[in-house]
């Protein structure tokens, strides 16, 4: 089946070490998204994508950082520089051509830093 | 980009139909208006988007006011599986929309 797939689902690190988030999928969808969600918070904007080789930083980008080498790929690296990384991570992805669809997102990974 | 606002949280008794308010004044010509919502520990799904005209799929039906500065979001029958928060955003027409999510509403459904 078509999807986004996150790995892994619960993450635990210790303080400054960087770590990397996976997310992947079979969507053929052009655009990719990272956000970062906290306890009782809404989404908010790390890192997206809209074409292999070529990303922007969203509203969060300090302490992250991703690579797109592949349409299907989009790994955000969670580095030492950020101040507090322990949150809910969530991947998203959608088409970006003129046809309007929905965006699909994975099932998130926790990541708890101690 | 344009902003959406949202009630914190509302509740509802099962069985009974729900609507969701989001107002969003401040929306250009080329904004759809989507509405996703998120269940506890997992990714946002999508719920429905329009345009202009008031939209209905299997999940829910979307009704957009005639000057497109709010929008409201109808579950015709509340179940307790639709207790989640419902986030709703704006997405340009064409190309590349770069998507951006508040706090939503978080739905509480009462037995």
């Known amino acids: 089946d078509g999807g986004i797939t996150q790995s892994p689902k619960y993450l635990f690190r210790k303080e400054g070490q960087n770590v990397t988030l996976s997310c992947e999928q079979n969507l053929n ?5 990272w956000y970062r969600q906290d306890p009782g918070q809404g989404l908010r904007l790390i890192y997206y994508s809209q074409i292999v080789n070529d990303f922007q930083k969203g509203d ?10 592949k349409k299907e790929s989009f790994p955000l690296t969670v580095t030492s520089a950020q101040k507090n990384p322990t949150a809910f991570y969530l991947c998203a ?6 046809k309007h669809t929905e965006a699909f ?10 | 980009d344009a902003k959406t606002t949202q009630p914190n949280s509302m509740e509802s008794n ?10 969003h004044s401040t929306i250009s010509g080329t904004d759809y208006i989507h509405w996703y919502r998120q269940l506890p520990s997992q990714g946002p799904e999508y719920v429905i988007h329009g345009l202009t005209s008031n939209v209905n799929n ?3 039906s979307l009704a957009i006011a005639e000057d497109r500065k709010s ?18 955003i704006l997405r340009k027409s064409g190309g590349y929309q770069k ?8 739905l509480q459904v009462i037995p």
Not at chain 1, 93 to 98: F, P, Q
Not at chain 2, 99 to 106: I, L
């Open chain 2, 99 to 106: 998507v951006t999510f508040g706090t939503g509403t978080k």
């Open chain 1, 93 to 98: 992805s959608s088409t970006s051509g003129t």
């Open chain 1, 60 to 69: 969060i980008a300090e302490g992250y950082s991703v690579s797109r080498e």
């Open chain 2, 58 to 60: 299997r999940m829910a």
């Open chain 2, 14 to 23: 099962e069985e009974e139909p729900v609507h969701l308010p989001c107002n």
């Open chain 1, 29 to 33: 969808h052009d655009a990719m998204y």
């Open chain 2, 71 to 88: 929008s409201t979001l109808i579950l015709h029958r509340a179940t307790l599986r639709d207790a989640a928060v419902y986030y709703c």
């Open chain 1, 105 to 114: 997102f994975g099932q998130g990974t926790r990541l708890t830093v101690v």
